[in-house]
């Protein structure tokens, strides 16, 4: 069974400040993990997704993450704080099986706030 | 526009009042699902379809039916609202069923059962 823990619930950080969220997650076999996030009021958007190419993964807005199997992380960072980097992090694992489909199973999220 | 759409985006309602979320996409997606979102607890997924009038069980389905008659849309139906279903609701699809592909989300339906 998949699950994904986010080692911190909130995050506060100075603009243009790096930013580091933390992600550990268990998986029986090779899995998918993205990050998703959610500005208030929003939907889910990508920002990155590891399937099992580069280890270091570029995603949008500056963002990137880097997996490693044998620490079972998936810890996203930003060199650099933006305002509207203010925002909702989901760490995700998907292991798709005829049994679960395509189940995304979600971490508890982590909400990041930008400080001016 | 590639989207998920989902209608209402807010909607209070009494215990007991059927009620009906709509979800579509345009991108001629095999597989869809739904999710609820509970503070702490990310987003678990309700029901799922691998593609037309097939569908299945997620981690929370009690209390939810879905059905999956067209490609394009995939309702979520709450046959006796209970105030524990009061929740954010998202709907997602991907490109196929047991893929790798990331799912797309539409922009979640607030329910507030009293």
């Known amino acids: 069974a998949q699950s994904v823990t986010q080692l911190d619930s909130h995050v506060s950080v100075s603009e243009g400040t790096p930013v580091l969220l933390r992600c550990n997650y268990s998986?029986?076999?090779?899995?998918?993990l993205f990050w998703y996030v959610q500005h208030p009021n929003k939907g889910l958007q990508l920002l990155l997704k590891?399937?099992?190419?580069?280890?270091l993964v570029k995603g949008i807005n500056g963002f990137e993450a880097e997996f490693k199997k044998s620490e079972t992380s998936f810890h996203l960072t930003k060199p650099s704080a933006h305002m509207s980097d203010a925002a909702e992090y989901f760490c995700?694992?998907?292991?798709?099986?005829?049994?679960?489909?395509?189940?995304?199973?979600f971490g508890g999220g982590t909400r990041v706030l930008v400080k001016p | 526009e590639a989207q998920v759409t989902q209608n209402p985006r807010y909607l209070i309602t009494v215990t007991g009042k059927k009620l009906t979320v709509t979800c579509s996409q345009n991108m001629n997606h095999e597989y869809m699902s739904w999710y609820r979102q509970d503070p702490g607890l990310g987003l678990r997924q309700i029901y799922y379809?691998?593609?037309?009038?097939?569908?299945d069980k997620g981690d929370v389905p009690e209390g939810y039916k879905v059905s999956r008659k067209e490609k394009r849309n995939f309702p979520l139906i709450l046959e006796s609202p209970s105030p524990n279903q009061t929740s954010l609701y998202f709907c997602?699809?991907?490109?196929?069923?047991?893929?790798?592909?990331?799912?797309?989300f539409g922009p979640g339906t607030r329910l507030t059962v009293l």
């Open positions: 590891y399937t099992s190419a580069a280890t």
């Open positions: 995700v694992v998907s292991e798709p099986s005829q049994a679960a489909g395509n189940k995304l199973t």
């Open positions: 998986s029986s076999y090779s899995p998918s």
């Open positions: 997602a699809s991907s490109l196929r069923f047991l893929s790798y592909n990331e799912q797309f």
């Open positions: 379809s691998m593609n037309v009038e097939v569908t």
